[in-house]
């Protein structure tokens, strides 16, 4: 696996031993900034598996920042370095989440166990996946479409691991549409039992979908889905949580008690929308709406749907309106969505050489990280692509 660890500093020094030591561990992607704060913007942009930092130098600000970054990023692993082992500083350290703490010059053994036990820590929280509920106050502007293809392309990236899509856009019906399966169970057996939620309950009602993902689906009449309220959604999410590595959840439009409860269970909301006014007047509207309920700013992902040459308003022009940064753009490609969605396969499945399906597996990285695998030749001349997102900031 390619992990990618970003060096602040003199963080290790400039000797090579450490560096290869942290090459051992996979951490083959080394990315050296000059202060904290640009292994920040780092961080917000890729997916970051190590942060080295010299921390004798770190105000109290940035310690703080770093404590929210940690929060959401749980997968990263810290290590403060410091040229002398100081208590009160490794004290505000701990306190800040950082797991692990060197002495420079760094004694190989030294950083050898601290990788070692990060990574222990980082399995043992991999059981404890992520959930990205995606949402859009506006309908058609692509919610459904973009939760099955972000799953299969979550999938696709990391081989191993268990994805499930849930759909919460009650009465439900899309996502199985999408994925061309019918669904014996829907999640209206949870409702009605979820006192006695378990994996073995969770398990019996999810659905094998294409490429390795589980799909749990929505009732599709409007009486079952009545009966599942904000205590269920929040209790089923806990327990996907803990049942798959990414759980994607297609929220219903409305901003119901319900729904909350997916947007609060969520670690990522993925707003959707599209570069037209009354999709932007939506967007800022529930931006709006996230703020005062008080949603982090990194919890909101912005996520521009269907962008086109012919579109009015610029990404940059939209930026502004929302007050918010354009987490990621999705290009218009009505041709190949619509043939997946006749095929019932998602299109990193069912077009992989398109420049969609190569845009999907990129969103899915920044996400989740895990390595793109590029099936065919997604996009145009993929190889090159992704030499070029692998290799890119590299110093
Ligand atoms: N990137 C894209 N390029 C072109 N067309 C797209 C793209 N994403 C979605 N669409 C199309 O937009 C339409 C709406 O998509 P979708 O059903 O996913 O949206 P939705 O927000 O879930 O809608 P609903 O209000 O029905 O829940 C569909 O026809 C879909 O094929
Ligand atoms: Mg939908």
């Given at each position: 696996?390619?992990?990618?660890?970003?060096?602040?500093?003199?963080?290790?020094?400039?000797?090579?031993?450490?560096?290869?030591?942290?090459?051992?561990?996979?951490?083959?992607?080394?990315?050296?900034?000059?202060?904290?704060?640009?292994?920040?913007?780092?961080?917000?942009?890729?997916?970051?598996?190590?942060?080295?930092?010299?921390?004798?130098?770190?105000?109290?600000?940035?310690?703080?920042?770093?404590?929210?970054?940690l929060?959401?990023?749980?997968?990263?692993?810290?290590?403060?370095?410091?040229?002398?082992?100081?208590p009160?500083?490794?004290?505000?350290?701990?306190?800040?989440?950082?797991?692990?703490?060197?002495?420079?010059?760094?004694?190989?053994?030294?950083?050898?166990?601290?990788?070692?036990?990060?990574?222990?820590?980082?399995?043992?929280?991999?059981?404890?996946?992520?959930?990205?509920?995606?949402?859009?106050?506006?309908?058609g502007?692509?919610?459904t479409?973009?939760?099955?293809?972000?799953?299969?392309?979550?999938?696709?990236?990391?081989?191993?691991?268990?994805?499930?899509?849930a759909?919460?856009?009650?009465?439900?019906?899309?996502?199985?549409?999408?994925?061309?399966?019918?669904?014996?169970?829907?999640?209206?057996?949870?409702?009605?039992?979820?006192?006695?939620?378990?994996?073995?309950?969770?398990?019996?009602?999810?659905?094998?979908?294409?490429?390795?993902?589980w799909?749990?689906?929505?009732?599709?009449?409007?009486?079952?889905?009545?009966?599942?309220?904000?205590?269920?959604?929040?209790?089923?999410?806990?327990q996907?949580?803990?049942?798959?590595?990414?759980?994607?959840?297609?929220?219903?439009h409305?901003?119901?008690?319900?729904?909350?409860?997916?947007?609060d269970?969520?670690?990522?909301?993925?707003?959707l929308?599209?570069?037209?006014?009354?999709?932007?007047?939506?967007?800022?509207?529930?931006?709006?709406?996230?703020?005062?309920l008080?949603?982090?700013?990194?919890?909101?992902?912005?996520?521009?749907?269907?962008?086109?040459?012919?579109?009015?308003?610029?990404?940059?022009?939209?930026?502004?309106?929302?007050?918010?940064?354009?987490f990621?753009?999705?290009?218009?490609?009505?041709r190949?969505?619509?043939?997946?969605a006749?095929?019932?396969?998602?299109?990193?499945?069912s077009?992989p050489?398109s420049?969609?399906?190569?845009?999907?597996?990129?969103?899915?990285?920044?996400?989740?990280?895990?390595?793109?695998?590029?099936?065919?030749?997604?996009?145009?001349?993929?190889?090159?692509?992704?030499?070029?997102?692998?290799?890119?900031?590299?110093?």
């Open positions: 696996m390619s992990r990618l660890a970003v060096i602040v500093g003199d963080a290790i020094g400039s000797d090579a031993p450490p560096e290869q030591t942290l090459q051992r561990f996979g951490y083959s992607r080394l990315q050296r900034t000059a202060a904290l704060a640009d292994a920040m913007e780092v961080v917000s942009d890729e997916h970051v598996d190590l942060l080295v930092v010299p921390v004798e130098g770190v105000s109290e600000q940035d310690l703080a920042a770093l404590d929210r970054v929060r959401r990023e749980r997968h990263m692993g810290v290590i403060a370095t410091s040229p002398q082992q100081d009160q500083l490794m004290l505000r350290s701990m306190r800040a989440g950082i797991q692990e703490f060197l002495v420079r010059p760094i004694a190989l053994p030294d950083l050898v166990a601290a990788l070692e036990r990060l990574h222990r820590r980082v399995d043992a929280r991999e059981v404890n996946g992520q959930v990205f509920a995606v949402f859009s106050a506006k309908g502007v692509g919610t479409t973009t939760a099955v293809n972000l799953a299969s392309a979550l999938a696709a990236n990391h081989g191993e691991a268990k994805i499930a899509v759909d919460m856009a009650l009465p439900g019906g899309d996502v199985a549409l999408l994925l061309n399966v019918r669904p014996a169970y829907d999640l209206s057996e949870l409702s009605s039992k979820i006192e006695r939620l378990d994996s073995e309950l969770l398990n019996s009602v999810m659905t094998p979908a294409a490429d390795g993902v799909f749990l689906a929505a009732p599709e009449r409007a009486d079952s889905a009545d009966s599942v309220d904000a205590g269920a959604v929040s209790a089923i999410l806990a996907m949580r803990s049942a798959y590595a990414f759980t994607v959840v297609d929220c219903e409305q901003l119901t008690d319900r729904t909350l409860a997916a947007l269970g969520a670690d990522r909301i993925l707003l929308t599209e570069l037209k006014v009354p999709a932007l007047r939506a967007a800022q509207r529930t931006l709006g709406i996230f703020r005062r008080g949603y982090p700013n990194e919890k909101l992902c912005v996520i521009v749907n269907r962008l086109q040459s012919g579109d009015v308003v610029s990404p940059a022009e939209a930026s502004q309106v929302l007050k918010a940064d354009i990621f753009k999705l290009p218009n490609d009505y190949t969505v619509s043939e997946a006749t095929r019932g396969q998602p299109v990193v499945q077009h050489d420049r969609l399906a190569w845009a999907y597996l990129q969103l899915a990285h920044k996400l989740g990280g895990g390595s793109i695998v590029a099936s065919g030749e997604a996009g145009n001349g993929s190889r090159s692509v992704l030499r070029q997102i692998f290799t890119r900031k590299r110093n």
